[in-house]
T-cell receptor, first 112, second 117 residues
Framework: KQEVTQIPAALSVPEGENLVLNCSFTDSAIYNLQWFRQDPGKGLTSLLLIQSSQREQTSGRLNASLDKSSGRSTLYIAASQPGDSATYLCATPQGGSEKLVFGKGTKLTVNP | SAVISQKPSRDICQRGTSLTIQCQVDSQVTMMFWYRQQPGQSLTLIATANQGSEATYESGFVIDKFPISRPNLTFSTLTVSNMSPEDSSIYLC??????????????FGPGTRLTVL
């Protein structure tokens, strides 16, 4: 059974700093891994999806990497802004299904 | 991509009552998923809803408590029955990509924030 862990649970940084969020998974036979952003009390916004055959994906200031052999993915945020403050979740499908297994998230605060 | 709307966006309910949450997608999809997010926790899948068949429930969730309807390929409802304060959560519906099992982006609705007094 797939398990997903995110460390740290919370992170506070000054504006402008580059930062890395971590996601680890127990079963390396994944189909893909997806990063989401969640604002307080709101739904999820998909940020990036990395297919199992890919090493990284980029969107603007965001870069997500995937290392299946080590069971890890990272989300790199460049030049952080206060508007980046949110909880970031990673998730991967359970087995061969579309059912997602989520980590508990990293709550990011970017201080002006 | 898929655009998903949910109704209501939030509600405050009395214990013992029921609430039906609606999920509408702007395109036809085979499977729709219902997740629960309890305060301070991550998302947990409640059930998978396929059009024309009974929903498939995850361990710990039962049809009597969370009945689901899926009348067509763009719409689903989740009912939270006989509510207690422990049901206070954000309920989210999602749809998977069209590329097959686990091969594409999943999209989520804005969520329904339920508070049970």
């Amino acid at each position: 059974k797939q398990e997903v862990t995110q460390i740290p649970a919370a992170l506070s940084v000054p504006e402008g700093e580059n930062l890395v969020l971590n996601c680890s998974f127990t079963d390396s036979a994944i189909y893909n891994l997806q990063w989401f952003r969640q604002d307080p009390g709101k739904g999820l916004t998909s940020l990036l999806l990395i297919q199992s055959s890919q090493r990284e994906q980029t969107s603007g200031r965001l870069n997500a990497s995937l290392d299946k052999s080590s069971g890890r993915s990272t989300l790199y945020i460049a030049a952080s802004q206060p508007g980046d403050s949110a909880t970031y979740l990673c998730a991967t499908p359970q087995g061969g299904s579309e059912k997602l297994v989520f980590g508990k998230g990293t709550k990011l605060t970017v201080n002006p | 991509s898929a655009v998903i709307s949910q109704k209501p966006s939030r509600d405050i309910c009395q214990r013992g009552t029921s609430l039906t949450i609606q999920c509408q997608v702007d395109s036809q999809v085979t499977m729709m998923f219902w997740y629960r997010q309890q305060p301070g926790q991550s998302l947990t899948l409640i059930a998978t809803a396929n059009q024309g068949s009974e929903a498939t429930y995850e361990s710990g969730f039962v049809i009597d408590k969370f009945p689901i309807s899926r009348p067509n390929l763009t719409f689903s409802t989740l009912t939270v029955s006989n509510m207690s304060p422990e049901d206070s959560s954000i309920y989210l519906c999602s749809v998977g990509g069209s590329g097959g099992a686990g091969s594409d982006t999943q999209y989520f609705g804005p969520g329904t924030r339920l508070t049970v007094l």
